[in-house]
C-alpha cells in the first residue's frame, strides 16, 4: 500500500531556502512553507522565489511568540501583519493566492484564547488540511481535524540537534524517522496513514548538519513515503 505525506517547512526563509525551493522542484515534492514576517523581511526575495516556483507559502506569524503567554490582541496581530506581509510577497511574485494557511508556533494554540482564535482563522478564510487520508486515532482524539490551523503528525525534530554535536550523532537523527511517531513512540512507517510532515529551514541547523535537509527527505522517500500536495478545505 502506498504511504502518503504532505510536507511542511517552518520558520523560514533563510539564506539556505533558494536552495531547498531548488531541490523541491529537483524531486517534484509539493510542499507548504509557514513563514515568518520577520525572516521576510530579511530574504524577502527568497519567499517571492519560492513563490514562483510552486511553493505554498503560509503564515506562521511575525514573530514566533508562544500564542499562549500573549493577549488575544497581540496574537491577531501576529497574524494579521504576518499577513500583510504573505499577500506583498504573492503581489511581487506575480501570483495568486489561492490558499490561506496558518500555523501556530511551537504548536502553541493560545491557550486560554484557543476557541477564539479558531473563530477568528475560520471567519478569516483560512484554510484546513483536508485529514481524509490521516488514519492516526490520536490526530481526531486531540480535534486537529476540527482546528482551522495546520498542526502535524510527524517532527524530524532535527533542531534538536546540538552545537558540537559529532558526525556520527548527527547521522543519528535520520534514525528518529523510525523512532518517532505520533508525538512521542511509534513510527509512523507502521501505520497507512498519510502523515503531515514537518521540517524546519533553520540556518543553524544547517551549519551543524550540513545538507541535513536534502538527505532527510531523500532518507523518508527511499522509505517509501511519497509526498503529494494535500487537499485544502
Ligand atoms: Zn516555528
Redesign the pocket.
Known sequence: MRKIAYLTI??GPTENTKGHVDYLNSKSIPAIMFLLGSNVEQYRDAAIYAVQHGIIVGN?SYS?PQFSKITLAEAVGEIKRQEALIDQVYAAAGRVRQYKLFRF??GDKGGANKGQLQEYLKSEGFMKIDSTEITHPSYYENGLDKDWDVFWTFDYREYAIQDGASASDQRNILSYINMMGLWSGGSPLDRFSAEIILI?DHSATEMRFPGYFSELLDHTMAMGIEFTMPRFI
Do not use: N, R, S
Open positions: 517552518d520558520d506562521h514566533h508556533p511551537y524546519h
